[in-house]
């Protein structure tokens, strides 16, 4: 009978009585392209916008996303990553935000970052994230145990496309060397969706490939930008 009766109660609220989640900017690149969250407590669904190209999308349908709380800056404007609370993963564009995917850490065999638990890890963990810097369509994440880990040239290699010749390339496993081929039919992984360091690359077929030849030690310096550079969410929106 009580539970009848909260029921009812409920079913005979006025609309007026229900309030919306409350929406806040947080995080701005320039004065026409910004991060809004709608939701309680720092979490919720994310939007990107860029009024400029009239581009309003959802990156998280599913209502959780949490924001990310160390130092983020973001000149670039045809590459955009955007990072969360826990990133094990980031969303990704390559096209100013017309479409979105995802960027993954590149799974290798260095397991240098110590986790919570104390044990090694190949990607390092949310809570030790330090910075995210994302300029020249590329992005670079520095963490609190002194690494950095980057994204690819935003360029594709022509022996990788279509029709092309592929890639030769030698790698040692347990002392001795493998000769292997790259083919443009499985050419890896497109340029700007792996996030790696560049000291694991010589496992790899990757450092024969032109986005990875000549890589940056270290962050780029960004001189001029008018976007933030950090996130900013009020805890007690909408309370």
Not at 27 to 55: A, S, V
Not at 61 to 88: A, C, K
Not at 109 to 122: Q, V
Not at 196 to 208: I, P, R, T, V
Request: one cysteine or more; hydrophobic letters at 30%.
């Amino acid at each position: 009978m009580k539970r009848y009766l909260i029921n009812l109660i409920i079913l005979t609220m006025p609309l007026g009585c229900v309030s919306k989640p409350p929406s806040q900017v947080i995080y701005r690149y320039d004065e026409n392209r910004y991060l809004e969250l709608t939701g309680y407590d720092c979490q919720g669904d994310l939007w990107y916008h860029d009024i400029k190209r009239n581009i309003h999308y959802d990156l998280s349908p599913n209502p959780v996303y949490r924001v990310f709380t160390g130092e983020y800056i973001h000149p670039s404007e045809r590459y955009i990553l955007v990072p969360s609370w826990e990133p094990t993963a980031y969303t990704i564009s390559r096209d100013y935000g017309k479409t979105w995917s995802v960027a993954n850490y590149m799974q290798n065999s260095l397991d240098i970052e110590i986790g919570k638990d104390g044990y090694p890890h190949d990607q390092p963990e949310g809570e030790y994230v330090k910075s995210i810097t994302v300029a020249n369509d590329q992005a670079f994440i520095t963490t609190k145990q002194g690494h950095l880990y980057m994204s690819s040239y935003p360029v594709d290699d022509p022996r990788l496309m279509p029709g092309g010749a592929g890639i030769d390339y030698t790698i040692e496993f347990n002392g001795e060397i493998e000769n292997n081929h790259l083919d443009p039919k499985s050419p890896g992984n497109a340029w700007g969706t792996l996030l790696f360091m560049k000291e694991a690359l010589a496992d790899y077929a990757y450092e024969d490939d032109i986005k990875y030849k000549n890589l940056p030690n270290k962050v780029p310096d960004v001189k001029v930008y008018k976007g933030w550079n950090h996130m900013r969410c009020d805890m007690n929106a909408g309370r």
